[in-house]
T-cell receptor
Framework: EAQVTQNPRYLITVTGKKLTVTCSQN?????MSWYRQDPGLGLRQIYY???????DKGDVPEGYKVSRKEKRNFPLILESPSPNQTSLYFC?????????????FGNGTRLTVT | LAKTTQPISMDSYEGQEVNITCSHN???????ITWYQQFPSQGPRFIIQ???TKVTNEVASLFIPADRKSSTLSLPRVSLSDTAVYYC????????????????FGRGTQLTVWP
């Protein structure tokens, strides 16, 4: 089954403790991206990757890092999480954006930073 | 970055047709317009995509005027299960030096369908 898998689904952590949220897709998609969703603010793009080893900032990249060492995986790294990063996070993938192809989203990761 | 503007919320009753309009004044020549539906605590899912005029699939229609500065998602005969947030999405503007990867979803439209 074609899908985007995020792990974990729920995560509670403390300020300053490094964490990684994983994202994997099995559709051989070149494009992957991360979003955060907060009440009243909709979906905001954090980072995106056009292909392996090619990443760039979205609208809200501060406090986040990403890597794209292989095509199927696009982990989101919070080196020193803070309470304002408490949010619902989504990973998505698609064929290259130049094809205007639809995004396929994961089921989300709800992160709480205390 | 091609930003979008949608109504924050809309209400409807079962069986009615619902039209949600999105404004995107800075849409680029090569951009398509894509609509997504999101249920609580789930990732958005693709509904429909178009470039100009009208597109129809089994769940919705998309109307795009000639100037492409807006688009209207039409949901025929909505049911309670259509209660969700609907996002209109256009891509980045390549000639500003950015890549094609920047995307702006905006706040979406909360559609509530009542019995």
């Amino acid at each position: 089954e074609a899908q985007v898998t995020q792990n974990p689904r729920y995560l509670i952590t403390v300020t300053g403790k490094k964490l990684t949220v994983t994202c994997s897709q099995n559709m051989n998609h070149e494009y992957m991206s991360w979003y955060r969703q907060d009440p009243g603010l909709g979906l905001r793009q954090i980072y995106y990757s056009m292909n392996v080893e090619v990443t760039d900032k979205g609208d809200v990249p501060e406090g986040y890092k990403v890597s794209r060492k292989e095509k199927r995986n696009f982990p989101l790294i919070l080196e020193s999480p803070s309470p304002n990063q408490t949010s619902l996070y989504f990973c998505a993938s698609s064929l290259p954006k130049s094809y205007n192809s639809p995004l396929h989203f994961g089921n989300g990761t709800r992160l709480t930073v205390t | 970055l091609a930003k979008t503007t949608q109504p924050i919320s809309m209400d409807s009753y079962e069986g009615q047709e619902v039209n949600i309009t999105c404004s995107h004044n800075n849409i680029a020549t090569n951009d398509y317009i894509t609509w997504y539906q999101q249920f609580p605590s789930q990732g958005p899912r693709f509904i429909i995509q178009g470039y100009k005029t009208k597109v129809t699939n089994e769940v919705a229609s998309l109307f795009i005027p000639a100037d492409r500065k807006s688009s209207t998602l039409s949901l025929p005969r909505v049911s309670l299960s259509d209660t969700a947030v609907y996002y209109c999405l256009v891509g980045d503007i390549p000639n500003r030096g950015s890549t094609l990867g920047r995307l702006y979803f905006g706040r979406g439209t909360q559609l509530t369908v009542w019995p």
